[in-house]
């Protein structure tokens, strides 16, 4: 959920493939995740089903750590 999410964004690690399928990630987990070096070159994304809305979906898109996404996978829970 997004309080695993505060701990991994703050792990330190870096990642090319990060798969939270049906984690409850949330906003507030994405920018969590995209706060620290996790997502730094990543090239796997799978946040699906992980009840990422509109906030979450733009914090993503504006981010230049996914700049190297290859993959993705979003469903995105209420998207205005």
Request: glycine fraction near 16%.
């Amino acid at each position: 959920g997004e309080e695993g999410a505060g701990y991994l964004g703050a792990a330190g690690w870096s990642l090319r493939e990060l798969r939270l399928r049906a984690c409850a990630v949330g906003d507030r987990g994405v920018r969590s995740l995209l706060a620290g070096r996790l997502l730094d070159g990543v090239r796997i994304l799978d946040l699906g089903t992980a009840d990422v809305g509109t906030a979450g979906v733009k914090a993503l898109a504006a981010s230049p750590k996914l700049a190297g996404l290859r993959d993705q996978a979003l469903k995105v829970a209420d998207l205005i």
